[in-house]
Nanobody, 124 residues
Framework: QVQLVESGGGLVQAGGSLRLSCAVS?????????MGWFRQAPGKDREFVAA????????YYTGSVQGRSTISRDDAKNTVYLQMNSLKPEDTAVYYC????????????????WGQGTQVTVSS
């Protein structure tokens, strides 16, 4: 049973920063997963934010966070991170991490396992 647990969310003023963490346990070795971050704002569909491949060799971001966010992973700690800077009110959402064992057709789809989410609220 693969478990993903997010942490690090909270309330921050516009222009501030947060670092989200996602700890993974169970299943195969963490280094064998492609890891992604998604978010869902109230009344909106869940959207892809960022992903990182095996051995931190490749990263991919959605346009709205490109240049403001950095995804990273520490395979020794079974943890993936999302550093978010210059936060905007429109970044307010529940943030989810997800994992998959194959890249598949794209970075943003076909994730197999999901966490419960952590709330990020950006005040103006």
């Amino acid at each position: 049973q693969v478990q993903l647990v997010e942490s690090g969310g909270g309330l921050v003023q516009a222009g501030g920063s947060l670092r989200l963490s996602c700890a993974v346990s169970g299943g195969r070795s963490f280094s064998g997963y492609v890891m992604g971050w998604f978010r869902q704002a109230p009344g909106k569909d869940r959207e892809f934010v960022a992903a990182i491949g095996w051995n931190s060799g490749a990263t991919y971001y959605t346009g709205s966070v490109q240049g403001r966010s950095t995804i990273s992973r520490d395979d020794a700690k079974n943890t993936v991170y999302l550093q978010m800077n210059s936060l905007k009110p429109e970044d307010t959402a529940v943030y989810y991490c997800a994992s998959k064992t194959r890249l598949g057709s794209s970075w943003s789809t076909e994730y197999e396992y999901w966490g419960q989410g952590t709330q990020v609220t950006v005040s103006s």
